[in-house]
Antibody, heavy 121, light 111 residues
Framework: QLQLQESGPGLVKSSETLSLTCTVS??????????WGWIRQPPGKGLEWIGS???????FYNPSLKSRVTISVDTSRNQFSLKLNSVTAADTAVYYC?????????????WGQGTLVTVSS | QSVLTQPPSVSGAPGQRVTISCSGS?????????VHWYQQLPGTAPKLLIY???NRPSGVPDRFSGSKTGTSASLAITGLQAGDEADYYC???????????FGGGTKLTVL
């Protein structure tokens, strides 16, 4: 059974960079036809697709976040990562890593449990 | 404000049928892009409920069904159960935004 697990700091200071890693187990990122991405959910609010990456390194980002986001993949560790720079309080959210069937983040068939990241001033 | 509009809340008694709408536009649902639905139980990650407008992943009961017409889509739940209390989100691709979008979510209350 495929499992995804987010890891990283739960507290980030305003204007700094948020960094999270997703470790995939029970399946391989390499050679997969799927995409691997990040989705976030501010407390009490809805879902927002951040971006996705394929094992080849091809990336696809939400245009509204593109200038601040970098997603990378490490196939040797079966991990992919998110970096979001210049964070503000508006970036406080539960961040989910996920597997999707399409580059733009549609059909999310596996989710991590999510990790809350709080941006402090 | 999401480009996919859902009612903030719906409710129904056990055993009843409820529907949740997802209203889009000519740049997403109306452009022919598929709609997908997710169920988020309290305190948990969302779960894929319906994909490609009307397809159920393995393990999803047939009490859940989806449909799409024009610029809108709907999720129907029959035989409501207490365990169906959750937030439900629709998702589609928007060509003008060049990315996928989620609806604002609908909270289902089982009375």
């Amino acid at each position: 059974q495929l499992q995804l697990q987010e890891s990283g700091p739960g507290l980030v200071k305003s204007s700094e960079t948020l960094s999270l890693t997703c470790t995939v187990s029970g399946g391989s990122i390499s050679g997969s036809t799927h995409y691997w991405g990040w989705i976030r959910q501010p407390p009490g609010k809805g879902l927002e697709w951040i971006g996705s990456i394929r094992y080849t390194g091809s990336t696809f980002y939400n245009p509204s976040l593109k200038s601040r986001v970098t997603i990378s993949v490490d196939t040797s560790r079966n991990q992919f990562s998110l970096k979001l720079n210049s964070v503000t309080a508006a970036d406080t959210a539960v961040y989910y890593c996920a597997r999707t069937k399409a580059a733009a983040g549609t059909i999310v068939d596996y989710w991590g449990q999510g990790t809350l990241v709080t941006v402090s001033s | 404000q999401s480009v996919l509009t859902q009612p903030p809340s719906v409710s129904g008694a056990p055993g009843q049928r409820v529907t949740i709408s997802c209203s889009g536009s000519s740049s997403n649902i109306g452009a022919g892009y598929d709609v997908h639905w997710y169920q988020q139980l309290p305190g948990t990650a969302p779960k894929l409920l319906i994909y490609g407008n009307s397809n159920r992943p393995s393990g999803v009961p047939d009490r859940f069904s989806g449909s799409k017409t024009g610029t809108s889509a709907s999720l129907a739940i029959t035989g409501l159960q207490a365990g169906d209390e959750a937030d439900y989100y629709c998702q589609s691709y928007d060509i003008s935004l060049s990315g996928s979008m989620f609806g604002g979510g609908t909270k289902l209350t089982v009375l």
